[in-house]
């Protein structure tokens, strides 16, 4: 970038410009006096991801001097280039890699360029920001107050608040405690929201209090189970040509009941009963991942699991061994695509597993 270029983002050369960040279909931007922006599996982060092999704080974007700084705060590493850095000054379309050099990408933009928000009204929004996102909405408007009116007493950046309120950025911890004090709500009410609570406004009617949900929740996962033992029983004969896709479908079921189970059981400490459920899915997939590795059709992921279970390696104790990050060893295991030099070292150390 040359130096009219640097002018263009950032007029101020003692103030960081504008920060966008985009990574998953989310975009959250954010002015250096929102302070940093955080991506991790925390549902608290400016941009949340439920990625098992993601840290709860990945990776940190703090405002430096007169720019932006990456800062890795994760077990499996953020790069650049292929490179892995522990921090690294933030250049605009810089993009990071987050869990291996080939991994998560994470893209950075200075100013109101092409990272703006005005650019990303057709971009996928999250769920748990555009439900807290709508709140504040309604209940912004319920109080008449405007988006500029916010943005003129310093609550929050008109575009970042428009943004919010369509669900494609997360505001800042600060910003966050700003609005909830102008809408007159509680502390921490919109990360509640974030994470399935009613806005303060429905309390009287709409809350469901832990110690009732974690039951039904369980009670669900148990019903679900019971259709994956119906499915698991209804499966062909090992040798039948379907047998391979059928056993992957009920594979990718209890990969997804066993993530939404586990995100379930985190959020509710002290619930035996969903702790239980998230056992029952663990040993049938365990189950079936060891009957389908047994068959000769089975693929290098599902081998791979079998012989690291049989030699009792976890799925960190693999990835240490290949060299690799976690979510590399679950992608295999998963059967979904990976990098060619990854297929290499996973193959190497299947060979060494299935030899001891």
């Given amino acids: 970038m040359d130096s009219a270029e640097i002018g263009a983002a950032n007029p101020d050369p003692a103030s960081p410009p504008r920060l966008t960040v985009r990574c998953g279909g989310l975009t959250r931007s954010a002015d250096p006096a929102d302070g940093e922006i955080t991506i991790g599996r925390d549902p608290d982060s400016s941009l949340h991801f439920n990625f098992g092999w993601m840290s709860r704080t990945h990776v940190r974007l703090r405002p430096e001097g007169g720019g932006w700084v990456a800062v890795d705060s994760s077990r499996n590493g953020m790069f650049v280039d292929g490179v892995r850095h522990e921090s690294i000054p933030v250049a605009d379309r810089m993009t990071l890699k987050l869990g291996d050099a080939d991994g998560f990408a994470v893209q950075l933009y200075l100013g109101d360029d092409t990272g703006s928000e005005e650019t990303t009204t057709e971009e996928p929004v999250d769920p748990g920001i555009a439900r807290a996102g709508a709140a504040v909405a309604a209940r912004r408007r319920e109080l008449e ?11 929050i950046n008109a575009g970042a608040l428009i943004s919010f309120e369509k669900g494609r950025s997360w505001p800042h911890e600060s910003t966050r405690a700003k609005l909830e004090q102008v809408l007159q709500w509680p502390p921490g009410a919109i990360s509640g929201i974030r994470q399935g609570a009613p806005s303060p406004d429905e309390e009287a009617t709409q809350v469901i209090s832990t110690s009732v949900a974690s039951p039904l929740i369980a009670q669900t996962i148990q019903l679900a189970l019971k259709s994956v033992d119906t499915a698991i029983a209804a499966l062909p004969d090992p040798s039948a040509p379907e047998y391979h896709s059928a056993a992957g479908a009920i594979l990718s079921d209890l990969r997804n009941l066993r993530a939404v189970a586990g995100e379930a059981a985190r959020n509710a400490p002290g619930a035996p009963a969903l702790v239980i459920a998230l ?68 193959a190497a150390l299947l060979t060494e597993l299935e030899a001891s």
């Fill in 145 to 155: 107050l405007t988006q500029r009116g916010l943005a003129r007493d310093k609550i």
């Fill in 279 to 346: 056992g029952g899915v663990r040993r049938r997939y365990d189950d079936l991942m060891l009957r389908v590795a047994a068959t000769p059709k089975a693929s290098v992921g599902q081998r791979l699991f079998a012989a690291r279970h049989r030699t009792s390696l976890t799925a960190e104790d693999a990835a240490l061994a290949a060299g690799l990050s976690v979510n590399l060893i679950e992608a295999a295991e998963a059967d979904q695509p990976l990098p060619a030099l990854a297929e290499s070292a996973i």
